[in-house]
């Protein structure tokens, strides 16, 4: 279990901005997600980071109760 | 050495001369102020979106790293958050050096990273409804000059 934010366009496609999703792992928590096929492949476009409790992770990570993940589209700021 | 991220407008001029007063060894302050376009009535609004706690870490990473590669002796970052309209204010970046070309340098790469790496989502309210902003190739290769070896 983790509690999930979306960001950006993420959030608009899903139709939610914060969630708890069960999943053990991030492979675990996007197989969960996925079951959104919209929201699925939303989240496999290239330039979608994740962070983990406000660290930006590549690959895998353990996640616990009390992990926040946030999944980030392509960042666009000034 | 500070990251403001606020919902408020703010007025450029204000924060550069706050940012210029009681400066006896700075020979050099540079500063960009960018503002929300109308692009020919396509935006009505600018919606600008972080993630409080890593879009602040992140504005201060980039900023670390800047002051560390130009020797900066100070820098400020504000940056909107929220609803903005066309010709106010989205961010003002301010850098302090010994000698112009490490503060003109130094806010360069200060803008170049805000653009395409710092934790913003953009979108875009406009009589077509509404669209997400997503950096240019023109952003990408902009940030990635400074990659090069």
């Given at each position: 279990?983790?509690?999930?934010?979306?960001?950006?366009?993420?959030?608009?496609?899903?139709?939610?901005?914060?969630?708890?999703?069960?999943?053990?792992?991030?492979?675990?928590?996007?197989?969960?997600?996925?079951?959104?096929?919209?929201?699925?492949?939303?989240?496999?476009?290239p330039?979608?980071?994740?962070?983990?409790?406000?660290?930006?992770?590549?690959?895998?990570a353990?996640?616990?109760?009390a992990?926040?993940?946030?999944?980030?589209?392509?960042?666009?700021?000034? | 050495?500070?990251?403001?991220?606020?919902?408020?407008?703010?007025?450029?001029?204000?924060?550069?001369?706050?940012?210029?007063?009681?400066?006896?060894?700075?020979?050099?302050?540079?500063?960009?102020?960018?503002?929300?376009?109308?692009?020919?009535?396509?935006?009505?609004?600018?919606?600008?979106?972080?993630?409080?706690?890593?879009?602040d870490?992140?504005?201060?990473?980039?900023?670390?790293?800047?002051?560390?590669?130009?020797?900066?002796?100070?820098?400020?970052?504000?940056?909107?958050?929220g609803?903005?309209?066309?010709?106010?204010?989205?961010?003002?970046?301010?850098t302090?050096?010994?000698?112009?070309?490490?503060?003109?340098?130094?806010?360069?790469?200060?803008?170049?990273?805000?653009k395409?790496?710092?934790?913003?989502?953009?979108?875009?309210?406009g009589?077509?409804?509404?669209?997400?902003?997503?950096?240019?190739?023109?952003?990408?290769t902009?940030?990635?000059?400074?990659?090069?070896?």
């Open positions: 279990m983790a509690r999930v934010l979306l960001f950006g366009l993420l959030a608009d496609v899903a139709g939610w901005r914060e969630a708890d999703i069960p999943g053990e792992t991030l492979a675990a928590l996007r197989a969960e997600l996925g079951k959104d096929e919209d929201l699925g492949q939303a989240l496999a476009r330039g979608v980071q994740v962070a983990v409790d406000r660290v930006i992770v590549r690959g895998e353990a996640l616990t109760a992990s926040e993940v946030a999944f980030m589209p392509p960042m666009s700021g000034g | 050495m500070t990251v403001v991220l606020q919902v408020e407008p703010f007025e450029p001029g204000a924060l550069l001369g706050r940012f210029c007063h009681g400066r006896l060894e700075t020979g050099a302050v540079a500063s960009f102020t960018g503002l929300a376009r109308a692009d020919e009535g396509a935006t009505d609004i600018l919606e600008l979106e972080a993630y409080p706690g890593l879009t870490a992140e504005i201060a990473r980039i900023a670390g790293d800047a002051a560390e590669r130009f020797g900066l002796q100070d820098w400020l970052v504000v940056h909107r958050i609803k903005i309209a066309p010709g106010e204010a989205i961010v003002f970046v301010a302090a050096a010994g000698h112009r070309r490490e503060a003109f340098e130094a806010c360069d790469y200060l803008m170049d990273y805000l395409s790496r710092a934790p913003f989502w953009k979108k875009s309210h009589p077509d409804g509404v669209r997400w902003i997503e950096p240019t190739d023109r952003d990408r902009d940030v990635e000059r400074w990659e090069t070896p």
